[in-house]
């Protein structure tokens, strides 16, 4: 009660023109006291209409009453200072370089509360209340204090600027809007805003959204990077157990498997953690986004927020994958089963598969959910170069072009025996294991073909279901006619429907278990996909289906 009282003697003893405590006040006819500069400066402005009136009452005076200070109020006004009434504001209340200070303050001015946008005034608490005391001040409109005030006047016309060009997508004022805007798409800033609003609503739930799903990929990652460790420790373990069995023999290659797996270790563990730092990166930038977006929500200010908002609202593309897929884990699995069979063929270690086993450890790939590409340039990005295997071609197998081409012959080539070489199918294998992401064409003419991947252990002398591609568990086949189309798998057969071409691209994604066939031409179609689980490397596979000797030779190249 008692600061209310004080608040009210304060307005008793201030100037309604100033809005500050009297300065030699004077007390005019009417009753109503001011400063003797704040109504000798008012009365000057009125000279020409020989009219002289009160600012507050209006009561007009003929002549101009004379000016004498009134001392009673004069020594009133000096004892409410010597009480403190008019107590100086803590320094937390003063206006600083950031803050925007009240315009009506005179000295060390106050931070402002509210700014008017009619006005184009910014108010302190003190001055704000004289502001809303004034019944026509009554409706104009508060907002938060803005140090911008002035580009809500059009500086054209020096008016407000309430009306909204959507023809040239900036505001105006209303004479704007029938003058150089006329017949312009023009509504109101507040219609605007209205507008401009929901779509900011929307660009945030975007926003929120992309947030929740990096925050799952990089719970993903994580979960991955534990998965890395544990496989790659299971394998450490595993492999010194089987080496032990061979000291002396192969020592030298334990430690190479050893070494070469802790690098490989910490090359994929690095690789995971620096995109998971770069996706908590694009979560902690998507935030601040939000936010700005938040307090750009907030804003009272329509001109002010539409000012802003085409800088604000928006949304940086996403330089990531849009979503982590963690398939089933088997990081250095294939190492431990080479290992096994270095225990089983001590006599072929240091000459055969030694080779395999460095070259699945170097070929340990994290799957990071990387998209299928989408034209041949991005799958050529991927490109396998192809050689076929002389060890595994069957006889009536003519291979040229350094061993990247083949041709079905009528008479038997003389090859020498091998125990690779498929002796009842007409096919042949590549001489390189296919292990990672890999892409491949082949270019193929005559009545058909059968292009395929399989596993090294596939039988070479069985019968066609055996050892022919498609017709068992260790193969996969497109059957390619002129006009048609079949995959192979297991002795399954599955009718394929796409536009007839003379070169078929094979996409091959191992860790992920991916296996595409595209016709290629002047756009990738894709033909057939497979997902399942590779447990060992492939092999690209080629196979000419012959029931007796063909008249005319076919033809195939490996591109």
Known sequence: ????????????????????????????????????????????????????????????????????????????????????????????????????????????????????????????????????????????????PSKKLQENICSRHDEVMKMFCRTDQQCICYLCSVDQHKGHDTVSAAAERTERQRELEGSRQKLQQRIQDREKEVKLLQQEVEAINHSAGQTVEHSEKIFTQLIGLIDKRRSDVKQQIRSQQETEVSRVKELQEKLEQEITELKRKDAELEQLSHTEDHTQFLHNYPSVSALSQSTHSSSINIRPLRFFEDVTAAVSELRDKLQDILRDTWTNISQTETEVDVLLSNPEPKTRAGFLKYSQEITLDPNTANEYLLLSDGNRKVTVMIQQQSYSSHTDRFTRCCQVLSRESLTGRCYWEVKWRGRGVYVAVAYKNISRTGNWNECGFGNNDKSWSLMCLNNSYQFMYNNLQTPVSGPPSSRIGVYLDHRAGVLSFYSVSETMTLLHRVQTTFTQPLYAGLCFQVRRSPSLPDSLTST
Not at 29 to 47: A, L, Q, R, V
Not at 72 to 78: D, N, P, T
């Open 1 to 144: 009660m008692a600061q209310k009282g004080v608040q009210l003697d304060r307005e008793t003893f201030s100037c309604s023109i100033c809005l500050d405590l009297l300065k030699d006040p004077v007390t005019i006819p009417c009753g109503h006291s001011y400063c003797m500069n704040c109504i000798k400066t008012h009365w000057d402005e009125e000279d020409g209409k020989k009219l002289y009136s009160c600012p507050q009452c209006r009561q007009t005076f003929t002549p101009r009453p004379v000016l004498v200070k009134n001392t009673m109020l004069a020594v009133l006004v000096e004892e409410l200072k010597k009480t403190r009434l008019q107590a100086a504001p803590a320094d937390h209340c003063y206006a600083g370089p950031e803050d925007v200070a009240c315009d009506v303050c005179t000295g060390r001015k106050l931070k402002a509360l509210k700014s008017c946008l009619q006005c184009l005034v910014s108010y302190c608490e003190k001055h704000l209340h004289s502001h809303n005391s004034a019944a026509p001040f009554r409706k104009h409109k508060l907002v938060e």
